[in-house]
């Protein structure tokens, strides 16, 4: 099982940036995905961004495309979420997440592992 945890997170202004950190810990897994999700109140958790292993491969959501990006250091086991162009409806906690099989799926069901979340809140 591997443990995550989210960083980052805070009060950033409109049109803004902010970037998120993802460390795992514990027993870990070869070729693992990392995936992020956010949730806001009142929502369900939706995809965010996901990396394959490698890096080689990565899928956003529409609403943050070419305004986030994910990346990953395997030598740190962490994933990071740079955020720009922060928008208010981009307010919400982010979790990340492992997908032990490596497949990089946007599914929520396929990931095994989840961090705790960190708050990230975009004023206007």
């Known amino acids: 099982q591997v443990q995550l945890v989210e960083s980052g997170g805070g009060l950033v202004q409109a049109g803004g940036s902010l970037r998120l950190s993802c460390a795992a810990s514990?027993?870990?897994?070869?070729?693992?995905?990392m995936g992020w999700f956010r949730q806001a109140p009142g929502k369900e958790r939706e995809f965010v961004a996901v990396?394959?292993?490698?890096?080689?491969?990565?899928s956003y959501a529409d609403s943050v495309k070419e305004r986030f990006t994910i990346s990953r250091d395997n030598a740190k086991n962490t994933v990071y979420l740079q955020m720009n162009s922060l928008k208010p409806e981009d307010t919400a906690v982010y979790y990340c997440?492992?997908?032990?099989?490596?497949?990089?799926?946007?599914?929520?069901?396929?990931?095994?592992?989840w961090g705790q979340g960190t708050q990230v809140t975009v004023s206007s």
């Open positions: 997440a492992a997908d032990y099989r490596g497949w990089a799926t946007t599914d929520i069901g396929g990931y095994d592992s």
């Open positions: 514990g027993r870990t897994f070869s070729r693992y995905a």
């Open positions: 990396i394959s292993w490698s890096g080689g491969t990565t």
